[in-house]
């Protein structure tokens, strides 16, 4: 009998530290999934050697206040475009410093998420989405840039906004870096004794959407990578509606790989050859 109503004790226990666990999760999933440090600046004045750079501010469509730079090559356009979507706690003015090299002759628009650096509101999927969506449209109205000729990137969380984007947009290109199958599934993985999928609600599925895309996609990944396992993100590739190349970079890892100068001239290289290609 004691041993009965021990062996129970110990059950309730357990009950109760999972329930406790998977309310913890809940709660605080906003901030295990996009982390934004706070509002300090990865560059401390930001600007490209290659492009003339200047800080914008852009309203979303409800209204929330957007904050990054505009990055415009020097002789006249039109131009192709890049939108760059950044990772989990990504400040992105280190884009502006990096996009001589990275985006040579293109018109780059790079900027923070709701919470992320000196942009307002609350993250959320649905929110980078339809932000994304929105930047999308504002760089193709700008009369510098070319509509026709507007590439996606995104890295690690931001490839999932990429996705998204690109799936209802006519995007010339695609570069995805360290990119998953999905959040869920990486919660999952991580989070093995909770029901996740119940509990999360930015699932960033970006598995589910790959087989629409149309524009040629790259995907770039880390020799060493614990955040984001290549098993993940062989899911995705499989899904994918047209890949161009799935390229090992080496020597990095999930937080240098956007940095190091073999990343970055294969991403120049790529979008140089496509932006290059006749426009049907």
């Not at 993250?123 to 999308?136: I, K, N, Q, S, W």
């Not at 690690?156 to 599934?185: C, K």
């Not at 989070?191 to 999928?197: L, R, S, T």
């Not at 790989?257 to 990343?263: D, F, N, R, S, V």
């Amino acid at each position: 009998m004691k041993h009965s109503k021990k062996v129970a004790g110990l059950a309730g226990l357990a009950s109760v530290l999972w329930m406790g666990l998977t309310a913890a999760v809940a709660a605080n999933q906003k901030r295990l999934l996009f982390n934004p440090l706070g509002s300090k600046r990865e560059v401390l004045k930001p600007y490209s050697s290659g492009h003339r750079t200047r800080p914008i501010v852009v309203r979303s469509n409800d209204g929330t206040r957007l904050s990054g730079w505009l990055m415009t090559p020097p002789v006249a356009g039109p131009h192709p475009g890049v939108i760059y979507f950044g990772g989990r706690s990504e400040e992105v003015s280190w884009v502006a410093r990096d996009a001589g090299k990275l985006f040579p002759g293109m018109a780059v628009l790079a900027v923070n998420y709701r919470g992320y650096g000196d942009s307002h509101g609350d993250p959320a999927e649905t929110h980078f989405v339809d932000d994304g969506r929105m930047l999308f449209d504002w760089l193709s109205e700008r009369h510098h840039v070319d509509s026709k000729r507007i590439a996606v990137v995104g890295r690690s969380l931001g490839s999932g906004v990429a996705v998204q984007v690109a799936m209802e947009r006519d995007a010339n290109s695609i570069v995805l870096i360290t990119p998953y199958d999905s959040i869920l599934a990486l919660a999952q993985r991580k989070f093995k004794a909770i029901p996740v999928e119940y509990v999360l609600r930015h699932k960033f599925e970006s598995v589910k959407y790959a087989h629409h895309l149309k524009a040629p996609t790259y995907v770039l990944r880390a020799a060493f990578d614990d955040v984001v396992p290549h098993s993940h993100t062989d899911l995705l590739v499989e899904k994918l509606g047209r890949l161009h190349a799935d390229e090992i970079v080496p020597d990095s890892d999930h937080m240098n790989i956007p940095y190091l100068e073999a990343t970055q001239q294969r991403i120049a290289s790529f979008l140089a050859s496509r932006f290059n290609q006749p426009q049907s």
